[in-house]
């Protein structure tokens, strides 16, 4: 049996951050498309895997665990491929910073406006427009930030940028303009670099796939 299961589905950021930190550590998964179109998260069989009834969750069946909130499941992922978690516990408490700044203001902001660009979502205007100024906002941030560096931490690339990246990445959809933020664009190129690298559009199946 293939260690891990990835349940997710293929237009989800959050899963597609599961599914590249997967790619780039050339791990073996069997995929199982959740069909949140029917309310399948919400049956039984699957609150019994997420409380929380969301994708992702990774399942890992050697180790009887269940796991949801795609940078918990990165982070796990670290320690069990022993790829991407920094070069010591500071690098990887860098790594978890960024990961809950990613979950803020620049989450909500480019998911949310993705979402309403592709209809998935409606909000009142002035909603969409403050969901808009939040990503613009945590960009800049996120630019300034970048000046001189070639990664969130340390001197490679680890969860942090997997993170963050499987968040910025959906800014075309959002029909957010990156040009301004000419340190975020550079950045975006070495993560597309990785050996393994897939983007958003090519890394998840549309439906259930067993591994290789
Ligand atoms: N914080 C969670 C967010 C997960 C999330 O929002 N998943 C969405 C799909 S992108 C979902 O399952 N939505 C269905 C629902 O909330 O009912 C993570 O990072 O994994």
């Known amino acids: ?10 237009p989800s950021g959050p899963t597609y951050k599961v599914g590249l930190m997967l790619r780039l550590t050339s791990t073996p998964h069997d995929y199982e498309h959740v069909d949140l179109r029917s309310g399948a ?55 978890r910073e960024w990961q809950f700044w990613g979950a803020g203001p620049l989450a909500t902001g480019i998911y949310r406006t993705r ?16 969901n808009l100024q939040s990503a613009l906002g945590a960009l800049k941030e996120l630019d300034g930030l970048m ?10 690339a680890t969860i942090a940028d997997i993170d963050i990246y499987g968040i910025v990445s959906y800014a075309g ?3 957010i303009d990156l040009q301004a933020f000419g340190n975020v664009r550079k950045w975006m190129a070495r993560v597309e670099d990785l050996s393994g690298f897939k983007g958003p559009q090519d890394c998840l199946p549309q ?6």
């Open 147 to 156: 000046a001189g560096r070639s990664w969130l931490v340390g001197s490679g």
């Open 41 to 95: 998260h919400k049956a039984d069989a699957f609150l019994a895997k997420n409380r929380y009834g969301q994708v992702p969750v990774l399942e890992d069946h050697e180790q009887d665990i269940c796991l949801s909130q795609s940078s918990v499941i990165l982070d796990y992922l670290a320690d069990e491929t022993g790829r991407f978690g920094g070069k010591d516990r500071a690098d990887g408490l860098r790594a």
């Open 1 to 10: 049996m293939t260690r891990y299961t990835l349940h997710g589905m293929w």
């Open 207 to 212: 439906a259930s796939v067993k591994a290789a």
């Open 173 to 175: 959809q959002a029909q």
């Open 115 to 130: 979402a309403v660009r592709l209809g998935f979502f409606k909000f009142p205007p002035d909603v969409e427009a403050a």
